[in-house]
């Protein structure tokens, strides 16, 4: 019985239309936080991941090439409907914002000397970071409930390596991750 009512609970297996559809929607929402808006988007308004299986997909397409939201709509795609799923997904991800992208940079272009246009992608950043900082401390939360003792200094170190040392992305990744792999497999083998 009780698989039957866990199974009624989960969400249902996305069709590639609403993988495309939910990932179109995400990336018109997020303009300058996209990443905040597909987080959104997959764990609180669709709930087809969990905040942890959100986390855990994040830190594998993380080591990939290229935007992080980006490989994780292709992830999100396989893992639901194969290819097909990655190629839907990946479609309504950047399809329109890169369309959107070429006009806006024309039209930056054109107007980048009006100093009013430079407050306002001030005042843009400024929005962005502060979505971006919001998604971080969401994702925090499942890490650090379950043990913040490891993840906690992991992550600092981390914040320390690329955030004030400004070390190379690629090095803090090189280091850092397989440290806190170490860490980990040390404190579950006690």
Known sequence: MSQTSAASSAPPRPTELEL????????????GGVFVMGRRMLVEETRWLTPDEFVEILGVCQFLPGAN????SVAVGQRFRGWTGSLAALAGMIVAPAALSVALAALY????????????????????????????????????????????PVA????????????????????????GAAIAWTRRAR
């Open 156 to 179: 600092l170190a981390t914040l320390l390596a690329a955030g004030f040392l400004h070390w190379p992305l690629i090095v803090v990744l090189l280091v850092m991750a397989p440290a």
């Open 20 to 31: 495309f559809l939910a990932f179109l929607g995400a990336s018109l929402r997020g303009f």
């Open 109 to 152: 272009l054109h107007y980048a000397s009006i100093p009013m246009v430079a407050h306002a992608m001030n005042a843009t950043a400024s929005a962005a970071s502060g979505l971006i900082i919001g998604a971080a401390l969401k994702m925090a939360e499942p890490i650090l409930r379950k043990d913040w003792v490891l993840a906690l």
């Open 69 to 72: 939201i980006v490989n994780v």
